[in-house]
């Protein structure tokens, strides 16, 4: 299951526009009929990016980046030069940008996709192949895959089936080198998602390890523990890359 990014619009031209263009491996679009089902994404799914036509739905649309600073926001209206204040508000607001509907209905979907959570997450993550000595090239390919697929609880074989190999040669290949091993990698590709989603004034713990799919809130801590020697509270105040900083030290080789 890849990331969703939540399009709240009334008309069905301005939602499609950013669904065509929309890369199939970067996520998912998904068309809200209101502000309801965009909040509803937000509280059950991974959300990599929202755009609202914040002329429908000013006042609770307008709340949106202060409660998911984390998660970049687009307004995507009909402006004209009388709209002024309001884009003024939007960026007040916290807004990452504004297209405008009819004159940049054609690249809006591949602009969104460069500019979305999980972007912004893969770059603070960009040092993570040097540091845990991916050097090869199924163990960075292994690494985009997990990274691509951290929103749901992952197993070797399943890393092992997208690249096409088997989960033993994948297990032995990706660990060779002083590599951690892949089941490690895991938990901290999606330890590192959990603490960027913290950061959120708008998440709890409880819905944070709903939307990653934790069995429980007892196995989302330990997982914390194991990865970072945090509790999923305290992950809030790391971040990223304070996750994948104190994985290295010490914490690299799973126990089992």
Partial sequence: ?????????????ARRAIKRGYPRRA????????????????????????????KAATERALALPERFPGIPAY????????????LDRCYRAGFAGVLVEGVDNAMAGPWVAAR???????QA?????????????????????????VALPLKTSDIARALRV????????FAAGGAPNLKRVIDLARTACAADLLANPGYTVRTVGNILGYAS????????????????????GLGPRGVLGRFVRGRTRSRA
């Avoid at 068309?31 to 929202?50: H, W």
């Avoid at 307004?75 to 309001?86: C, I, N």
């Avoid at 945090?230 to 992950?235: G, H, K, Q, R, S």
Wanted: some cysteine; overall charge positive.
């Fill in 1 to 13: 299951m890849t990331p969703v990014v939540p399009v709240f619009h009334p008309r069905r031209d």
């Fill in 116 to 122: 979305t959570a999980q972007v912004a997450r893969r």
């Fill in 125 to 149: 993550l960009a040092g993570a192949p040097a540091v845990l000595r991916l050097t090869d090239r199924l163990q960075v390919a292994a690494w985009e895959e997990v990274l691509r697929r």
């Fill in 217 to 236: 809130l007892g196995h989302f801590a330990a997982a914390a523990r194991r990865v970072a020697g945090a509790n999923p509270a305290e992950l809030r």
């Fill in 166 to 173: 088997t989960r033993e040669h994948l297990s032995r290949a």
């Fill in 27 to 54: 996520g998912t679009v998904r068309l809200c009929r209101s502000l309801d089902g965009v909040e509803a994404l937000l509280a059950e799914r991974l959300v990599d990016a929202i755009v609202l036509d914040v």
């Fill in 75 to 86: 307004a995507l209206s009909t402006f004209r030069a009388d709209d002024t204040p309001l």
